[in-house]
């Protein structure tokens, strides 16, 4: 299946996702939002892909600083396969937010 295999870039062929915010709101983010801000906006590729994450369960956070929080925890997807997830929000060079996850087996 095309979601057990790396990198997703959410807006392209591989899972990433921008949404404006600051580095201030980017520090107050926790794991817990930032999975719903995830399986949101695969949702919005579902058409595309033909599945999407439903949940991300026991969200840990991995690291965290004024323009990075990295996540972990395990993914539910809508074809019903279980897979483990990384996931982060980071600002980019030109000081956008962007969201992005991995699948790991």
Not at 76 to 95: N, V
Request: aromatic share 8%.
């Amino acid at each position: 299946m095309l979601h057990k295999s790396g990198l997703f870039l959410l807006s392209g062929a591989i899972a990433y996702g921008l949404v404006g915010c600051n580095s201030i709101q980017q520090v107050s983010e926790s794991c817990d939002s930032l999975r719903d801000q995830v399986v949101e906006l695969t949702e919005k590729d579902r058409a595309s892909r033909g599945f999407a994450l439903v949940k991300i369960y026991e969200p840990t956070e991995v690291s965290k600083s004024s323009s990075e929080l990295k996540c972990s925890g395990k993914a539910s997807w809508s074809d019903g396969d279980e897979t483990g997830i990384t996931y982060r929000s980071y600002t980019d060079r030109e000081g956008e937010r962007m969201i992005e996850y991995e699948v790991a087996e």
